[in-house]
Structures are given as structure tokens and as C-alpha cells.
């Protein structure tokens, strides 16, 4: 396969910065991104990988909780990449999911979210930067740090909710320094890896340009 067709999912209308650089990541490495918005209910296109943008927060009622907090939730985005991640899953398509799309991916295999971190941290800033001020620590011995290297990296930061209770078969390959879990994995999947950073924003750290690259070798192959 010369250039794997690459669905990437997000809100209707806008995100143009997150699309952008996610579809040149993609581009990068050899991939046909396809965008894939909460209108296309019917017909999904024929896609060989997927990746889950960020957003808005996810609808406390799809883990079964109330809502703690007030933002502002998309229930069509929400049903639309539901559908995707079940597809990619059952299917044992590659999958990277970003901020939202990791969460989502906890929520869709029953894990639950913390709806808000700002009581939870006591070690890192509350701000929120595309920045990379964070520290994320790597866990050994998973695929995230195979593709990171190193114990340690240096990540962004623009979410105000995370995982709590893990989904089955997730592994948590990433914390940041309050415990708050920062990346998780499916390790018997081609590559199924959600990250609550944005790498799209990071394009210039060729570490984490592995994740994109990564990403389209497993849906080439």
C-alpha cells in the first residue's frame, strides 16, 4: 500500500489549526489524510488508520456520571467517533487518539474521566500552552517509549479533564509529575495509543513526529 488512507476525526466546523498540522504529519510519512466530520452519521469512508483529534470534553453520561462541570459537549461528535474507535478496534485498525480522542478511547472500552484536574494538581501548572512546560513520565518497556526514547519528555498541555478509571486492556504508558495519567496503549493492537498532549503542535521535535510516523507504517502494512 503506497499511501494509506488516514481518517481524521474533529468538531464540524473549525479546528482548522489541529486538522492542518495533523493531515501535514500525515502527509509527511507518506499518508492520504481524510477529514471526517459529525454530519457523515451514514456513510464513513474506507480508512486504513485513524486519528481521534481534541475538543470539547466528553459527555459525562457516556461513562455513566454527572456532570460536575459545565463546558461546553458535542453529543454528535461524541456518537460519530464512538463509531469510529469501535470500527478501528474491531477491525484492529491503527488508532492514535489526542487529548479528547485518548479519553474517548478510555471511555469507549469502559473506563472513566476525571472531569476536572484543577483540584488534582498540586505539582504542575493549571495553565494551558501549546508550549511544551509539562514533563511527561515515561513508562518502560511500552511502545510509547520506544517511540519517545528516554524517561522523560517534554509535552504540551491544553486539557481540563483526563482519565481516571482505566479502560480494559489499556495499559498506562505515561504520567505527569501529579499522577495524572498522560498516555495509555492497547499492547497487544498493530498500534492503538492515545496521548492527552498535542503532538500535532510539537512537529519540530522529531521525537514526536514518531507517533504520526508510527501510526501511518501500521496502517501501510
Known sequence: MDRPVIAVTGPQRGAWGPRTCVAIALRLYGARPVQVRPKQTEELPEFDGVVITGGHDIHPVLYGAEPEV???YDPQR??????VIRMALDRRLPL???CRGAQLLNVCLGGTLFQD???HRNKTSKRRTVLPLKTLQVEPDTR???LLGGPERRINSLHNQAIDRLGSGLRISGYDQDAIIQAVELPESTFTIGVQWHPEFLLLSARQRQLFRALVEAARR
Not at 461524541?78 to 463509531?83: A, C, M, P, S
Open 144 to 146: 510509547l517509549s520506544e
Open 96 to 98: 492514535l487518539g489526542i
Open 117 to 119: 484536574l484543577n483540584v
Open 78 to 83: 461524541d456518537t460519530l467517533e464512538k463509531r
Open 70 to 72: 459545565h463546558p461546553n
